[in-house]
Every structure is written in structure tokens, then in C-alpha cells.
């Protein structure tokens, strides 16, 4: 079992439409949690970041983490063209030096 | 902008040959990322720098070595080049300090292609 898995998609939605993003995990440890998105051909931009369980909110975006499931969530409300890019999940444990892992990401696609 | 840069944007070489990557990260980073980028195995975290000296290894071969240089700016170096070290190499920085520590911010990325 991979330490985080992502539904590759792709996944195509209307605009404005709400759209759910999930990862789980199997490490207990990890204790950060961000999501990042990649536009073709540039690097992943940190989008959201969170520690442990909990919600947290940035305009359109919320994250979710469910550490009892070993589950997180991005919710974008109100999607644009623009969001249309792969989303990455990454998260990493709270302890030393121990690298941010990453799922392999979600492709979205918002239609216009 | 991340304000991390990469040079060159795109490598084209042999197998067997060697090639070197450049990354200088944002303004006041002191920690310097790289990862690989592939189509079947996602973003891989290869390894760390943190002030000059390595902090972290992760899946990298024994032919790529990488380095971290007074000024801050790394350098990730591929040696006897396989047609499977073809991918996206990233570099990323991110500030001192927990938690900000997590925030990792990409620069734009090598694409290397072997022939």
C-alpha cells in the first residue's frame, strides 16, 4: 500500500461547480498536510496548508483533514476555468528531517 | 513567480552522459528541495540541503549527487544518464523554522530529456 494515494481522475466539472479532491494515508504520523496545484508545464504552488485535524478556509478553497480516517479533502466552491490544473496532496510527519510525500495528483478540468 | 529559478528550462542529452542542474531559492531560504517528476512515479523527494549541508535523503541514485554552495544555490548533478532519468526535475526552498518550514515553494522546473 503506497503511504498516500490520489484518484488520478481526470475530473471534469461545469463552472461553478463545487468539487471535492480527497487523499488518504496510511502513516499515523503525519501531522502536516498541504495541497498544491500544478498548472502544465510549471512547478506545484502551495495552495493550502494545515496542521493536524481540522478545517481551514482561503476564499474559495477549503481543506479538510480527518486524521481518524486518514483522510483530507480540498473543496473549491464556485469553479473557475482558471482552477483547471492537477492538484497534488503532500503531507509529512512531525518529526525530524522527514520529507514532504506526495500523492500523485488529481487532474481537473472546469468547463466553461 | 516563486521566486525560486532553475536553469536550463530544458536538457536534451545522451545516455551515459553527465549534466548539471542549477536552483537558486527565495530570498532568505535557507533550505533547498529536489525532487523528480515522472508521469508513473509522481513528484519523488530526492533530497535536502539546509544551509550548506544535507539534510535528508530520499529515493536518490548513487549516480546523482547534489550540493548546496555558500550563496545558497544547489546544484543537482546526473551522471552515466539512463533513458528512465528522463522526467521533471523541481527544485524547491522553503523559510527556517517550524512551522514554516513546510511551506515549499517550487521554482519552475528542469525538463530533462535522454536519448
Redesign the interface.
Given at each position: 500500500q503506497k503511504e498516500v494515494e490520489q484518484d488520478p481522475g481526470p475530473l471534469s466539472v461545469p463552472e461553478g461547480a463545487i468539487v471535492s479532491l480527497n487523499c488518504t494515508y496510511s502513516n499515523s504520523a503525519f501531522q502536516?498536510f498541504?495541497w498544491?496545484r500544478q498548472y502544465s508545464r510549471?512547478?506545484?504552488?502551495?495552495l493550502m496548508?494545515t496542521?493536524s485535524s481540522g478545517n481551514k478556509e482561503d476564499g474559495r478553497f477549503t481543506a479538510q483533514v480527518d486524521k481518524s480516517s486518514k483522510y483530507i479533502s480540498l473543496f473549491i466552491r464556485d469553479s473557475q476555468p482558471s482552477d483547471s490544473a492537477t492538484y497534488?496532496c503532500?503531507m509529512?510527519a512531525n518529526s525530524g528531517?522527514?520529507?514532504?510525500?506526495?500523492?500523485?495528483?488529481t487532474r481537473l478540468s472546469v468547463i466553461a | 513567480d516563486s521566486g525560486v529559478t532553475q536553469t536550463p528550462k530544458h536538457l536534451i542529452t545522451a545516455t551515459g552522459q553527465r549534466v548539471t542542474l542549477r536552483c537558486s531559492p527565495r530570498s532568505g531560504d535557507l533550505s533547498v528541495y529536489w525532487y523528480q517528476q515522472s508521469l508513473d512515479q509522481g513528484l519523488q523527494f530526492l533530497i535536502q540541503y539546509y544551509n550548506g549541508e544535507e539534510r535528508a535523503k530520499g529515493n536518490i541514485l548513487e549516480r546523482f549527487s547534489a550540493q548546496q554552495f555558500p550563496d545558497l544555490h544547489s546544484e543537482l548533478n546526473l551522471s552515466s544518464l539512463e533513458l528512465g532519468d528522463s522526467a521533471l526535475y523541481f527544485c524547491a526552498s522553503s523559510p527556517a523554522g517550524t512551522p514554516r518550514y513546510n511551506e515549499q515553494f517550487f521554482g519552475p522546473g528542469t525538463r530533462l530529456t535522454v536519448l
Open positions: 502536516y498541504m498544491y510549471k512547478g506545484p504552488e502551495l496548508y496542521y497534488l503532500a509529512r528531517n522527514t520529507p514532504l510525500v506526495f500523492g500523485k495528483g | -
